[in-house]
């Protein structure tokens, strides 16, 4: 089955339908322009009660590599999804690339750290939106798709075969709230997939 992170976690109902449905990783947003920016309080209370072999990823875009490092010791959270190059361990880095043509291919090859691509829009993550998949035919290394994702184009998604999927605004009702129907077909979707 592919690789899923459920992404824009905001409370521990959500999370845990996450983990029950099959959810590899969940993501919570530290940047604070985010409608689904969660203090790291809550989040840490949220993380202390995630089981095991569940990762935990924090979403940062405007902190250092010090902030970073320390949220991410105090939360408990196991990766860092980074939005420019910091001087982070690549094993513990995931590095978000907004596609907007061709050309942001070439950040792709060349980050260190393992690439998250998503579509390219003002604001950071969570936007909806799809860039164009057909130029990830181009790309010669593993990558987690992520833009856009939602239940109408999930065939489309995993028939590009990519190492993971990160999915936020496609499964809401609202911002930092799940839909649980659209949750639980989408983990339908993806198991009758295999």
């Not at 339908?17 to 920016?37: I, M, Q, W």
């Not at 050309?103 to 969570?126: M, N, Q, R």
């Not at 939602?150 to 990160?166: G, Q, R, V």
């Not at 839909?179 to 979707?189: A, L, N, P, S, W």
Request: hydrophobic fraction near 40%; aromatic fraction near 8%.
């Amino acid at each position: 089955m592919v690789r899923v992170k459920i992404c824009g976690i905001t409370n521990l109902e959500d999370a845990l339908l996450s983990v029950e449905l099959g959810t590899h990783a969940l993501g919570f947003v530290f940047y604070k322009g985010s409608k689904r920016y969660i203090r790291p309080e809550d989040a840490k209370a949220i993380v202390r009660k995630i089981p095991p072999f569940v990762t935990k990823v924090g979403v940062f875009v405007e902190e250092d590599e010090i902030e970073i490092q320390n949220l991410m010791k105090g939360i408990g959270l196991d990766l860092a999804q980074i939005y420019r190059d910091v001087s982070l361990d690549p094993r513990i880095a995931i590095r978000a690339v907004r596609i907007r043509d061709e050309e942001d291919l070439i950040e792709v090859e060349k980050t260190p750290y393992f690439p998250l691509l998503d579509a390219y829009s003002e604001a950071y993550g969570g936007g909806g939106v799809r860039f164009d998949w057909n130029l990830l035919k181009k790309v010669k290394r593993d990558f987690i798709l992520a833009g856009g994702i939602n239940l109408e184009n999930l065939e489309d998604a995993l028939s590009i075969k990519p190492y993971a999927i990160d999915v936020c605004s496609g499964l809401e009702e609202s911002p930092g709230k799940k839909d649980k129907r659209k949750m639980k077909e989408f983990f339908e979707r993806i198991r009758n997939h295999e």
